[in-house]
């Protein structure tokens, strides 16, 4: 009875233990949709909008909780390969939204 109450524990805790399976470009190119307009300078406000301040602060995220960032770095860059837009606007737009991990300007000749 002990052995299985012993491993009933086990099994909780490596179920418990958070994933550290690396953010899918699918993903970051989600969360990065609603800024499109922002980050191309096209957006009517010098601040970017609710829905893309919470897609930076969630790949932002990414970034820091995975340690990935060149992951994330390479599907920004792929998502946005036929694009043109600023990549400053990724730094202050991260800063704007108090993203808690400032964002780095990310653009097409960016070295991941």
């Not at 993903?27 to 609710?50: E, F």
């Not at 994330?72 to 390969?81: D, E, T, W």
């Amino acid at each position: 009875m002990a052995k299985l109450i012993y491993a009933m524990i086990i099994l909780l805790l490596v179920l418990a233990t958070p994933g550290t399976a690396k953010p899918s470009c699918e993903t970051v190119s989600k969360r990065l949709a609603p800024c499109l307009s922002y980050i191309q300078g096209r957006y009517h406000s010098i601040k970017p909008s609710g829905r893309c301040c919470r897609g930076l602060i969630d790949i932002s995220n990414m970034m820091k909780n995975h340690g990935d960032y060149t992951s994330v770095c390479k599907c920004i860059k792929n998502a946005l390969l036929h694009t043109d837009y600023d990549p400053k606007r990724f730094h202050t737009g991260s800063q704007q939204c108090n993203t808690g991990y400032t964002l780095p300007p990310v653009g097409h000749t960016t070295t991941c």
